[in-house]
């Protein structure tokens, strides 16, 4: 018989540690290479999977005398790649002031807009794609899948539609052919299972969207969704989020540990807090035994080897292929 499983936010517990410890696994940080700044939970969207509860009601955005502490903070740092996320982070006022800040520091660094293209075709937002293709940022874009029925289903009406308007603006400008201008699809499952095998489904992405849209783009990045925010209450709602951690626990794969984003990025929040990773952002899972810790107070020089904090909801990104910001990780 199966035993149905109990997320550990209701049981206090922390089965991955306990996993990790029982194949004597250390979970630490390597050197930074990515700042992951999340700079709000504003959207345009409300979609079924967010890990961060993001919406158009949403207040929560950063300000600009942060940016400014986040930017000098980087300045004295070598770390090569500003990663933009949110919510919609093209809504928050400060967005291309942030990308010209980060652009002329000495060295530019690299920058990353994860973009969910409907925000593209908004008011107010025409001439943002060549701001982006200007600036040399690279798009990574929520893509769930290559059709219609799917993608309006876990994202909303019209949102296919929006999406493939935005990937032809896109590729006109030179996103997907142009090396300076990379375009990356993110997918993840609608529903409560794990992704296909990233090559494969890549392969079926490229085909389909070229055949009947015409559009080209360069990686198709794979991720599980994981057992939070909005994706966790949809499937408590139905009864099925013990069944979904099962099926995360038992496809723990330990070779996916290395690769683990929060080995290498520092996930930091609106108002400039550090965590390991933006899920644990989501979770409140703050440095200081609850207490905030923020960006400028860290020295960057001080977090190789520092321990990661872990919870149950890391088993999505163990399962299977393993799952990071940069897709399936083995
Ligand atoms: S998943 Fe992305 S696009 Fe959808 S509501 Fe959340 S932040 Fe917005
Ligand atoms: S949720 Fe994933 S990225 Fe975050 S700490 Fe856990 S394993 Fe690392």
């Known amino acids: 018989m199966t035993m149905k499983l109990v997320p550990t936010a209701d049981l206090g517990m922390n089965r991955f540690a306990d996993k990790l410890t029982d194949q004597s696994i250390r979970l630490r940080r390597a050197r930074p290479e990515i700042l992951q700044v999340n700079v709000g939970k504003l959207c345009n969207l409300a979609c079924v999977h967010c890990h ?6 949403r ?4 300000t600009r005398e942060t940016v400014e502490q986040i930017i000098t903070w980087l300045g004295k740092t070598d770390i090569p790649t500003v990663d933009l996320t ?3 982070p093209e809504m928050i006022p400060d967005f291309r002031y942030f990308i010209e800040r980060v652009k002329q520091l000495e060295p530019s660094r690299h920058v990353i807009d994860r973009c969910n293209l409907t925000i593209l075709l908004e008011d107010g937002y025409q001439d943002l794609p060549g701001f982006l293709a200007q600036r040399k940022v690279e798009i990574i874009a929520s893509m769930p899948c290559y059709s219609a029925q799917n ?3 876990q994202r909303g009406d019209g949102v296919f539609e929006g999406s493939i308007a935005a990937l032809q603006l896109l ?3 030179g996103y997907g052919t142009v090396p300076a201008l990379p375009l990356h699809l993110v997918y993840n499952p609608v529903g409560e299972f794990l992704p296909a095998p990233q090559p494969e ?3 079926d992405y490229k085909r389909e969207l070229r055949k009947h849209f015409g559009i080209v783009f360069n990686r198709l990045y794979t991720l599980t969704n994981l057992p939070i925010g909005r994706f966790a209450a949809y499937l408590r709602h139905g009864d099925r989020l013990g069944e979904y951690m099962e099926l995360l626990i038992d ?3 330990p070779a996916t540990i290395d690769g683990l984003m929060c080995r290498n990025t520092i996930s930091v929040g609106w108002r400039g807090e550090v965590y390991d990773c933006d899920f644990n952002q989501q979770l409140g899972m703050q440095w200081n035994n609850g207490q905030p810790v923020f960006l400028w107070d860290v020295d960057p020089d001080s977090l190789e080897g520092r321990d990661i904090m872990t919870g149950d909801h890391c088993f999505g990104c163990t399962a299977g292929a393993g799952s990071s910001c940069g897709g399936a990780i083995v």
Do not use: D, H, Q, T
């Open 52 to 57: 961060v509860n993001a919406g158009p009601k």
């Open 59 to 62: 207040r929560e955005i950063m």
């Open 86 to 88: 949110g919510g919609a």
């Open 151 to 153: 993608v309006n289903a």
């Open 171 to 173: 590729n006109s400008l």
């Open 201 to 203: 489904l890549e392969a």
């Open 251 to 253: 496809a723990f794969n």
